[in-house]
């Protein structure tokens, strides 16, 4: 069996130290810079989920206003205002004056 002298064993144990050390480095960079990337995705999600909430938001209150103008379009009143406003007709003994011509 030969042996093989201290200070060759003690050089090859840095190398090994270096090269797991550049290996583990190197993965600590890949690892950041994909969390670095991920953070970014977050961030743009988040944005993006408030945005739609707020799109949400008016879109339930256009659903409202709709649903409003839906109970007013059954009224009386309304009929009223598009029977004058559109069809230019007038209650029984009401009188409209136009500006006259010149």
């Known amino acids: 069996m030969s042996k ?3 200070f060759r064993k003690k050089k090859q144990n840095r ?4 090269c797991i050390a550049i290996v583990v480095g190197m993965l600590l960079a890949a690892v950041s810079i994909d969390g670095m990337r991920l953070q970014d995705k ?4 988040l ?3 408030e945005e739609l909430n707020r799109e949400i938001a008016a879109e339930e209150k256009r659903t409202e206003d709709l649903k409003e103008f839906e109970k007013y379009t059954k009224t009386k009143k309304y009929v009223e205002e598009v029977a ?3 069809l230019g007709l007038v209650h029984d003994g009401e009188v409209i004056f136009k500006p006259g011509e010149e």
Do not use: I, M
Request: with cysteine.
């Open 4 to 6: 093989t002298p201290a």
């Open 15 to 18: 190398f090994a130290c270096l």
């Open 42 to 45: 977050y961030n743009t999600y």
């Open 47 to 49: 944005a993006r989920e």
């Open 84 to 86: 004058e406003s559109k």
